[in-house]
C-alpha cells in the first residue's frame, strides 16, 4: 500500500474480500471510509497501530467477528461507524480508552451482553447508537457521566430493566429511544427534566403505570412521542397538551381510560394521532388539531 497514506475513501462501490491489513502498516492512517461495500472478515487488529486515525466509517457491508481490542489505542478517534454489519460478541470495552469519541454507532449487528460501564468514561460523547443487537441487562448508570450526549438509541435489543431516572439528568439529550425491548416499572416523572428532547421512543416495551404528566414539559418536543404498546393505564395527562411543537402522537395498544382532555387542543402541530385500542370515551374532540 501507499506508505504515506492518510485518507483512504473507498464509499459505496462493490468491493469485496477483506479489509486489507496492510493499511494500517504506516500508522499514518487518519480516515477510512469503506462505506457501502460487500467487504467480508473481521476488523484488523491492525487498526490499532493508528494512534491518528479519527474517522472510522466502515458500516453497511458484511464484516464479522468482534470489534479489535487493539481499536483502543486509536486515541485520536472520533468517529466510529460499523452499523449494518455481522459483527459479534460482546462490546469491546476498550473503546472507551478513545476519549475523544463524539459518535459510536454500531446498530444492527450481532452484539450481546451488556453495554460496558466504561463507556461512562466517553466524556465527548454526543451519540451513541448500539439499536438493533442482542444487548440485554441493565443499562449502566455510568452513562450519566456523558454530559455531552444528545443521541441515546438502545431501540430493538433485549433489555430488561426499568428507565433509569439518572438518564433524565443528561443535560443535552435530544434524542431518546428504547423501543423494542423489555423495559419495565413505569415512566420515571423525571423524564421532565430533559428540556432538550426533541423526540421520546419506548413502545412495544413493558411499561406499567400512569402516563406522567411531567412528559408535559417537554415543550420542544416536536418529531414524536410514542408510547404504544405497553401496559400503561390512567387518563391522559391534561398537561400533554403544552406539547404545541409535537407533529407525531402514539398512545395506542395501552389500558388508557377517561376521555380526551380539552387541553390537547393546545397541540397545534400535530399530524399523526393514534389512541387506538385503549379503553378511551366520550366524543371525538372537535377542536384544535382534531377538527
Not at 461507524?81 to 446498530?107: H, V
Not at 411499561?207 to 400503561?232: A, K, R, W
Amino acid at each position: 500500500m501507499i506508505p504515506e497514506l492518510e485518507m483512504l475513501n473507498l464509499h459505496s462501490n462493490h468491493i469485496q474480500g477483506p479489509i486489507p491489513k496492510s493499511i494500517f502498516t504506516s500508522g499514518k492512517l487518519e480516515v477510512l471510509i469503506l462505506t457501502q461495500n460487500r467487504l467480508t472478515g473481521e476488523i484488523p487488529e491492525e487498526i490499532g497501530h493508528c494512534t491518528s486515525l479519527w474517522s472510522v466509517r466502515i458500516g453497511n457491508n458484511k464484516l464479522v467477528g468482534n470489534l479489535p481490542m487493539a481499536i483502543g489505542n486509536c486515541s485520536s478517534l472520533t468517529y466510529f461507524e460499523a452499523d449494518n454489519n455481522i459483527l459479534s460478541g460482546e462490546i469491546a470495552s476498550d473503546i472507551a480508552r478513545c476519549s475523544k469519541i463524539t459518535l459510536l454507532n454500531l446498530a444492527s449487528n450481532g452484539f450481546t451482553g451488556t453495554i460496558p460501564s466504561e463507556f461512562g468514561n466517553l466524556l465527548n460523547l454526543q451519540e451513541l447508537i448500539l439499536s438493533s443487537n442482542d444487548l440485554f441487562g441493565a443499562i449502566p448508570l455510568s452513562i450519566i457521566m456523558c454530559k455531552n450526549l444528545s443521541k441515546l438509541d438502545l431501540g430493538n435489543n433485549r433489555f430488561n430493566c426499568s428507565i433509569p431516572k439518572e438518564i433524565c439528568d443528561l443535560p443535552r439529550l435530544q434524542f431518546l429511544y428504547m423501543d423494542q425491548n423489555s423495559m419495565r416499572g413505569e415512566i420515571p416523572p423525571e423524564i421532565g427534566n430533559c428540556v432538550k428532547l426533541l423526540e421520546l421512543q419506548v413502545s412495544r416495551d413493558y411499561l406499567t403505570g400512569n402516563i406522567p404528566s411531567e412528559i408535559g414539559h417537554l415543550e420542544n418536543l416536536q418529531i414524536s412521542l410514542n408510547l404504544s404498546f405497553n401496559n400503561l393505564h390512567g387518563p391522559l395527562p391534561p398537561d400533554l397538551g403544552r406539547l404545541d411543537k409535537l407533529v407525531s402522537l402514539d398512545v395506542s395498544n395501552n389500558q388508557l381510560s377517561g376521555s380526551i382532555p380539552f387541553e390537547f387542543r393546545g397541540m397545534l402541530s400535530l399530524i399523526e394521532v393514534n389512541f387506538s385500542n385503549n379503553l378511551l370515551i366520550g366524543p371525538v374532540p372537535r377542536f384544535g388539531p382534531f377538527q
